[in-house]
């Protein structure tokens, strides 16, 4: 074995977790009295806590890292730093890692070992989730060596991979959890917090772990709030009801001005970690045509929709990169608006007189807003949508799920480039039963990621994510920052996250 990387076992709980800076009244430094429980709030909840079966991010925000912690954690330079696993090391061909586990005990009593690691990571590559399934997809094999070792054989060699074992898709949960009576209705992990009381549409209790394996946080207890109203939330945070808004997601972000103006409050962003798109069908014959696909895009005005979506609080995008640092990066934009051009299209592709598209569109955070704005935009170049307004529940069912009921819709996702190949099983060229799939993408998708070369991945990356733009299928709209809002008595808010996590471990408050 040739040691790639090993990782000491000292930084396991908060290395590279550099924190802003969030104005605490006390100077930094919690007093000795001051309260040790939290409430936060957030705008969604999960209609399940089975990750294997929910796609919903609502499921990870409160628990990532909190509850159910990961083989390692993904430090703000993108390095990783070992959390259950203390180390590993990895063949001369990249196609084994040897991986070391920590001595620590889940939430249930029972102790964890290697077994469990296999067991998690075998689940977790069946995960309807994309960002947690899809790095997982080149496992060939998974194996506990003893009770501290794992063995990971990968069918060839991948950049994505291994870096997945620093986010949610290197969750780790006891062995059988997933066939228990319990696994849809809690989690039960490792991390500094137990899943505590759960109140269908009103909160999650998180309750410190007394026999956490790591440095304990400063909080006891934190309350998790589902507040999809955003003016109650912010007007109870005004009250003192909340310390913390985890984050705006719709019209709330129309007080952030304000709130940044008043010392009471500190406002943060974290860089984006989520692609805003349009996404079109390709089973619908007229999106088969490369003209329409185009005219789409053309028609798109980014600047407006982001305004109407998150006040702003986002960059205009033409390329899907989650996240914005991720390779491939440049300021390449195939289809930067241009109304007379998508009109010039349509008519070559004979849709002169206009064209109708089925347009299901979430009911949630900034998609009716910005909705609004991309419905008008197409109407203005002669693009008729037959709206459907959905919950997230059945929206993620029906459009994004195996039915695939839409021709055009709008999501804000943080899944990998490579999730979005014909066998990645993300829509639109991931969707059920698609036919459609672009061979020169496809090459990418099965080669980029086992390129060991730095400048060569670089360069190919490139190559990759400008010919994901060139197709047109997905039309980037903007890379999403989600503001966070607390009391300046709450200081060690995250400045990055890896799987939307609200990280609660290394919060601190001084009244």
């Not at 999960?46 to 991010?57: D, F, H, Q, R, V």
């Not at 899809?134 to 501290?148: F, H, I, Q, S, T």
């Not at 045509?289 to 053309?298: F, L, M, N, T």
């Not at 028609?299 to 986002?314: E, F, H, Q, S």
């Amino acid at each position: 074995m040739k040691t790639s990387q090993r990782l000491t076992v000292g930084l396991a709980l908060a290395v590279g977790v550099g924190l802003v800076a969030s104005g605490c009244a006390a100077g930094g430094t919690p007093d000795s009295t001051a309260s040790t429980t939290l409430i936060a709030s957030y705008p969604q909840e999960p209609a399940s806590w089975n990750y294997l079966e929910e796609g919903a991010t609502a499921l990870l925000v409160p628990t990532y890292l909190n509850v159910v912690e990961s083989l390692f954690e993904t430090s703000g330079d993108g390095s990783l730093q070992p959390l259950l696993a203390e180390s590993y090391t990895a063949s001369e061909d990249g196609k084994t890692y040897t991986v070391k586990v920590r001595v620590a005990v889940f939430h249930d009593g029972t102790e964890f070992d290697a077994d469990d690691v296999v067991y998690s990571l075998e689940k977790n590559a069946t995960s309807v989730s994309g960002p947690i399934s899809g790095p997982l997809a080149v496992m060939e094999g998974v194996k506990a060596v003893d009770p501290r070792t794992v063995e990971i054989t990968l069918k060839n060699p991948s950049n994505a991979f291994l870096a997945s074992l620093g986010t949610s898709a290197g969750m780790i949960v006891p062995e059988g959890w997933f066939e228990g009576p319990d696994a849809a209705a809690k989690l039960v992990g490792t991390g500094p917090f137990v899943f505590g009381e759960y109140r269908r549409d009103v909160d999650l209790t998180l309750d410190g772990f007394a026999d956490y394996w790591g440095e304990k946080p400063f909080l006891t207890q934190v309350t998790h709030r589902f507040m999809p109203d955003e003016t109650a939330t912010i007007n109870a945070l005004k009250a003192k009801e909340i310390d913390v808004v985890g984050m705006l997601l719709g019209d709330g972000v129309e007080q952030v001005p304000s709130l940044s103006t008043d010392d009471n409050f500190v406002v943060s962003f974290t860089p984006a970690t989520q692609s805003s798109f349009l996404f079109l069908n390709p089973r619908v014959p007229a999106l088969q045509d490369e003209r329409v696909r185009q005219a789409i895009a053309y028609a798109i005005d980014r600047k407006p929709i982001l305004d109407a979506a998150v006040g702003g609080y986002a960059q205009p995008a033409c390329l899907y990169l989650v996240p914005a640092s991720a390779p491939g990066n440049s300021d390449y934009c195939p289809y930067s608006y241009d109304p007379d051009m998508s009109r010039q299209l349509l008519a070559e592709a004979g849709y002169a007189d206009g064209l109708t598209l089925d347009f299901p569109y979430l009911t949630i955070a900034e998609f009716p807003a910005s909705f609004e704005v991309i419905n008008a935009q197409l109407a203005e170049v002669g693009i008729t949508v037959t709206a459907r307004g959905q919950d997230l529940a059945t929206w993620l069912d029906q459009v994004f799920g195996a039915a695939g009921n839409y021709e055009v819709s709008h999501i804000t996702n943080n899944a990998s480039i490579f999730a979005m190949g014909c066998e990645g099983g993300l829509p639109p060229l991931g969707g059920a039963d698609n036919k459609l799939c672009d061979p020169e993408f496809e090459k990418y998708v099965l080669e980029n990621d086992q390129i060991t070369d730095p400048a060569e991945y670089q360069a190919a990356m490139g190559d990759m994510v400008n010919r994901y733009a060139d197709m047109a299928w997905v039309i980037p709209i903007f890379g999403k920052t989600e503001p966070t809002v607390v009391w300046n008595y709450v200081s060690g808010i995250a400045p990055y996250r890896t799987s939307l996590e609200m990280d609660y471990r290394n919060i601190e408050r001084s009244e």
